[in-house]
């Protein structure tokens, strides 16, 4: 048997587990930046198949 508080005795025992969900202060990385990297990816992803449609062309 455990003796910390709040740790599963059995893994297959139905249990619920309490407590309070505060939210984070402040926003994150991606509601400053929106979708920046996702378009760069898309940008670089683009170069590299003109990059290669251009070198498939000259060959």
């Known amino acids: 048997m455990s003796r910390v508080p ?3 005795h059995n ?3 139905e249990a619920v587990l309490t ?3 505060r939210l ?3 926003g994150t990385i991606y509601t400053r930046y929106g979708d920046v ?3 760069v990816c898309l940008a670089c ?3 590299i198949a003109l ?3 251009r070198r498939a ?3």
């Open 24 to 26: 984070g202060e402040g």
């Open 6 to 8: 709040g740790a599963l």
């Open 45 to 47: 992803g683009a170069l």
């Open 51 to 53: 990059r290669a449609h």
């Open 37 to 39: 990297f996702a378009m």
């Open 57 to 59: 062309g000259s060959a």
């Open 11 to 13: 893994l297959f025992e």
């Open 19 to 21: 407590g309070e969900v």
